[in-house]
């Protein structure tokens, strides 16, 4: 999706004035300390919180509902520091903690927290990922409904209050808790002893762990999709950029295969959408877009689930 960095609190509320019920609005999970003119700065990333991101994929919203109230009964018994907001589709929760140097400190405290809540995404600790901007509508939900901030009295009056307060929007933002989480410690990832074994390849290609966790959801993230096929465009290209037109229409095809692949499992890549897919494939094989690096990419934006056999090529 286009991008655009805003400078200001006033411009980025002048954005959402111009762009809210026209399109979905998104913005950073994460706050970054520095951007160069046109992007942010990756290595500037803070990362102070958690993102939970409960979603029923196509199963009734009451499911999403229930893993919900389970953190939200959580946090709130242990006073940590929170927000909380119906998306429009499912629920979101971004929870408060002190700064971490290493966002496997914050996954690491996710996994735990994820225990038994089936509808919550375990993609969604990465430093590029989106969230919907609150009282924003939600132009894929059935409301349409706006993108809701909520409160315990909301959380306490039940499912179908929400749902009628989320046809309008303009709802205040309201913080829970006093504590910052605590993030869990974790030992850097080149002192780890365990190499993540390969896992079976959905296609016909071999696939990291990293891209193989992040692909085989039921929405893969944007950058997940870019980078598998990066990977998979440096395999067949063995690592050249520049290659014939025959050999780049050939790559493109056995991509979108592979991808084919992947989408035709059951509950995995919900929005699959093979025109577009096959579109991006093409930009990004003629582009001779090169596979991202381990210690510069997969690993700090959170890919990265343990020390595979490529950490060190």
Not at 143 to 162: K, R
């Amino acid at each position: 999706m286009k991008r655009k960095i805003v400078r200001s609190e006033k411009e980025f509320i002048d954005w959402i004035n111009l762009f809210n019920g026209k399109m979905n609005c998104y913005t950073t999970v994460y706050d970054f300390e520095h951007y160069a003119e046109m992007a942010k700065v990756e290595s500037s990333c803070i990362k102070d919180r958690m993102f939970l991101d409960f979603d029923a994929h196509g199963e009734p919203l009451e499911n999403a509902w229930v893993d919900f109230q389970k953190i939200v009964k959580f946090l709130f018994n242990d006073n940590t520091q929170y927000r909380m907001y119906f998306s429009g589709k499912g629920f979101h929760i971004i929870v408060f903690g002190e700064k971490a140097n290493d966002i496997r400190s914050i996954q690491s405290s996710f996994t735990k927290l994820a225990v038994d809540c089936p509808t919550l995404d375990r993609t969604g600790i990465q430093t590029n990922r989106l969230r919907r901007i609150p009282n924003t509508v939600n132009l894929n939900s059935n409301g349409p409904y706006y993108c809701t901030p909520l409160t315990l009295d909301d959380v306490s009056f039940g499912l179908e209050h929400i749902l009628r307060k989320a046809l309008s929007g303009n709802w205040p933002i309201k913080t829970y808790g006093s504590s910052k989480k605590k993030w869990d410690v974790v030992k850097p990832i080149e002192m780890s002893d365990i190499e993540v074994v390969a896992p079976k390849p959905p296609g016909e290609l071999p696939i990291l762990p990293c891209l193989y966790n992040s692909i085989m959801v039921e929405n893969p993230g944007h950058y997940a999709r870019v980078y598998l096929a990066q990977w998979y465009r440096d395999i067949l290209a063995i690592g050249e950029r520049n290659i014939t037109e025959d050999k780049k229409h050939e790559i493109a095809a056995i991509i979108l295969d592979e991808f084919k692949a992947i989408a035709s499992r059951e509950n995995i890549w919900l929005d699959w959408d093979e025109s577009i897919t096959k579109k991006n494939i093409w930009f990004i094989v003629n582009g001779g877009y090169h596979a991202p690096g381990c210690k510069t990419t997969l690993i700090p934006q959170g890919y990265c689930i343990g020390k595979c056999w490529r950490y060190n090529e």
